[in-house]
């Protein structure tokens, strides 16, 4: 089968295109660093040729509602019109869960996460999504962007985080399966008050910051409901713990890990 992984460069899609490969599936990447780009269209048609899956693991550069919301629906009208064009027949999208909820409550980023979901289901296409739990991977530049006089001001929520291999397993699954027509939430294995993980994070680095939950704090840009980050009762649950995550990713090497903040 010949699958599109837009965003097939980055921290979750370069996993996608892995495991996809690895398959024995027929992969296209689509990413400005190979010259085709989802919200210009430039190379789109090019690129989706032959493809019948399209998985769309991209994200938006800013966090903020404005930036989000062009990038996002620009980009998905891209892909669902070239999509069509080209008879994709089953179209992935990786969004986050708790969405629907901090796009009511709260918009920011995640109203334009809402929007880009929106306009997936009412395209009549077949279509997949996948809510992914905030990643591991994410959890030093939340911290890094929450600290203020060298004191790290993090949300007062709980949080139940994944590993980024697991979320671009479960991705992969979701590309190679039926169309679900509807929302499949995966989460981690363990809970987490997000500022005890954002202290235990720096302790592994050896960085002596203190962390403060404190209730007034934002998570990109949205004031949180205590319980608002966390999956339903009927999540898939990833297999892989913190700890067990944070002894390889040191062992590999700190320099894979993203330094700038964002779902994805």
Known sequence: MRIAVIGGTGLIGSRVVTALEATGHDVVVVARAVGVNS?????????????ETLV???????????????FFYGSTLNLLTYGAAAGVAHHVVLSVVGTDRLARSEGGYFQAKAEQERLLTASGRPYSIVHATQFFEFIRSITDAATRGGI??????LIQP?????????VARAALARPTGGITEHAGPEV????????????FRRDEREVVADPLATYFGAQLDRFELLPGAGAVIAPTRFHDWRISAGEAGDALLPSAAGVR
């Open 152 to 157: 790290a001001h993090v949300a007062d929520a």
């Open 162 to 170: 994944m590993a980024a291999g697991d979320v671009a397993a479960a």
């Open 192 to 203: 987490f008050e997000l500022g005890y993980l954002a202290q235990r994070e720096l302790r």
């Open 56 to 70: 769309d693991v991209s994200n938006s550069s800013y966090t903020d509602e404005a930036g989000a919301r062009e």
């Open 39 to 51: 919200f210009t269209g430039e190379g789109l048609e090019h690129a989706l040729g032959g493809v």
